[in-house]
Nanobody, 118 residues
Framework: HVQLVESGGGSVKTGGSLNLTCVAS?????FIWFRQAPGREREGVAS????????IYGDSVKGRFTVSIDRSKNTLFLQMNSLKPEDTAMYYC???????????????WGQGTQVTVS
Protein backbone atom coordinates (compact mmCIF):
# COMPACT_ATOMS: atom_id res chain seq x y z
CA HIS A 1 0.00 0.00 0.00
CA VAL A 2 1.27 3.47 -0.96
CA GLN A 3 0.04 6.23 1.30
CA LEU A 4 -0.72 9.68 -0.08
CA VAL A 5 -1.65 12.61 2.13
CA GLU A 6 -2.93 15.89 0.70
CA SER A 7 -2.97 19.25 2.43
CA GLY A 8 -3.25 22.94 1.64
CA GLY A 9 -6.89 23.27 0.68
CA GLY A 10 -9.15 25.99 1.99
CA SER A 11 -11.55 28.77 1.09
CA VAL A 12 -10.36 31.65 -1.07
CA LYS A 13 -11.81 34.54 -3.03
CA THR A 14 -12.08 34.51 -6.78
CA GLY A 15 -8.67 35.41 -8.21
CA GLY A 16 -6.82 34.13 -5.18
CA SER A 17 -4.19 31.42 -4.89
CA LEU A 18 -3.59 28.18 -3.04
CA ASN A 19 -0.72 25.72 -2.96
CA LEU A 20 -1.63 22.08 -2.45
CA THR A 21 0.81 19.47 -1.18
CA CYS A 22 0.74 15.69 -1.44
CA VAL A 23 3.24 13.57 0.44
CA ALA A 24 3.74 10.00 -0.79
CA SER A 25 5.15 7.21 1.32
CA UNK A 26 7.55 6.11 -1.41
CA UNK A 27 8.72 6.76 -4.96
CA UNK A 28 6.24 6.51 -7.81
CA UNK A 29 6.79 6.91 -11.55
CA UNK A 30 4.20 9.62 -11.79
CA PHE A 31 1.87 11.71 -9.70
CA ILE A 32 -1.37 13.41 -10.63
CA TRP A 33 -3.95 15.77 -9.24
CA PHE A 34 -7.63 15.05 -9.83
CA ARG A 35 -10.62 17.00 -8.64
CA GLN A 36 -14.28 16.21 -8.19
CA ALA A 37 -17.22 18.43 -7.34
CA PRO A 38 -20.57 17.10 -6.09
CA GLY A 39 -22.62 15.80 -9.00
CA ARG A 40 -19.68 16.12 -11.37
CA GLU A 41 -17.35 13.54 -12.86
CA ARG A 42 -13.79 13.28 -11.68
CA GLU A 43 -11.54 15.60 -13.70
CA GLY A 44 -7.83 15.28 -14.32
CA VAL A 45 -6.06 18.51 -13.35
CA ALA A 46 -2.33 17.95 -13.84
CA SER A 47 0.14 15.08 -13.93
CA UNK A 48 3.91 14.91 -13.69
CA UNK A 49 6.57 12.29 -14.32
CA UNK A 50 8.83 12.11 -11.30
CA UNK A 51 12.15 11.63 -13.09
CA UNK A 52 11.70 14.10 -15.96
CA UNK A 53 9.16 16.69 -14.76
CA UNK A 54 7.16 16.10 -17.92
CA UNK A 55 3.68 17.36 -17.17
CA ILE A 56 0.19 17.46 -18.63
CA TYR A 57 -2.52 19.94 -17.71
CA GLY A 58 -6.23 19.86 -18.16
CA ASP A 59 -7.51 22.53 -20.52
CA SER A 60 -9.47 24.29 -17.81
CA VAL A 61 -6.37 25.01 -15.69
CA LYS A 62 -3.65 25.68 -18.27
CA GLY A 63 -1.89 28.94 -17.59
CA ARG A 64 -3.25 29.12 -14.04
CA PHE A 65 -2.00 25.97 -12.26
CA THR A 66 1.53 24.61 -12.01
CA VAL A 67 2.42 21.10 -10.89
CA SER A 68 5.85 20.36 -9.47
CA ILE A 69 7.61 17.70 -7.43
CA ASP A 70 10.35 17.38 -4.86
CA ARG A 71 11.80 14.03 -5.85
CA SER A 72 13.94 13.63 -2.75
CA LYS A 73 10.86 13.83 -0.54
CA ASN A 74 8.29 12.13 -2.80
CA THR A 75 6.22 15.27 -2.46
CA LEU A 76 3.88 16.69 -5.08
CA PHE A 77 2.68 20.29 -5.27
CA LEU A 78 -0.03 22.14 -7.13
CA GLN A 79 0.26 25.91 -7.25
CA MET A 80 -3.15 27.30 -8.14
CA ASN A 81 -3.45 30.93 -9.23
CA SER A 82 -6.31 33.03 -10.57
CA LEU A 83 -8.80 30.72 -8.94
CA LYS A 84 -12.38 30.68 -10.19
CA PRO A 85 -15.59 29.44 -8.56
CA GLU A 86 -15.62 26.53 -11.00
CA ASP A 87 -12.35 25.34 -9.45
CA THR A 88 -14.30 24.47 -6.30
CA ALA A 89 -13.89 20.73 -5.71
CA MET A 90 -12.28 18.08 -3.62
CA TYR A 91 -8.72 17.73 -4.88
CA TYR A 92 -7.06 14.32 -4.79
CA CYS A 93 -3.53 13.26 -5.51
CA UNK A 94 -2.83 9.88 -7.04
CA UNK A 95 0.23 7.93 -8.10
CA UNK A 96 1.13 5.14 -10.47
CA UNK A 97 3.06 4.10 -13.56
CA UNK A 98 1.48 6.38 -16.15
CA UNK A 99 0.92 10.10 -16.57
CA UNK A 100 -2.19 10.47 -18.71
CA UNK A 101 -5.15 12.30 -17.19
CA UNK A 102 -7.11 9.07 -16.81
CA UNK A 103 -8.10 7.96 -13.34
CA UNK A 104 -7.91 4.21 -13.97
CA UNK A 105 -4.15 4.47 -14.61
CA UNK A 106 -3.50 5.42 -10.99
CA UNK A 107 -3.86 2.71 -8.34
CA UNK A 108 -2.95 4.82 -5.31
CA TRP A 109 -5.06 7.70 -4.04
CA GLY A 110 -5.14 10.12 -1.17
CA GLN A 111 -8.33 11.06 0.63
CA GLY A 112 -8.48 14.60 -0.71
CA THR A 113 -8.36 18.22 0.36
CA GLN A 114 -11.24 20.62 -0.20
CA VAL A 115 -10.84 23.79 -2.26
CA THR A 116 -13.65 26.33 -2.22
CA VAL A 117 -13.57 29.49 -4.35
CA SER A 118 -16.21 32.18 -4.06
Amino acid sequence: HVQLVESGGGSVKTGGSLNLTCVASRYQYSFIWFRQAPGREREGVASIVTDTNHSIYGDSVKGRFTVSIDRSKNTLFLQMNSLKPEDTAMYYCAAGGNFALTARYYPYWGQGTQVTVS
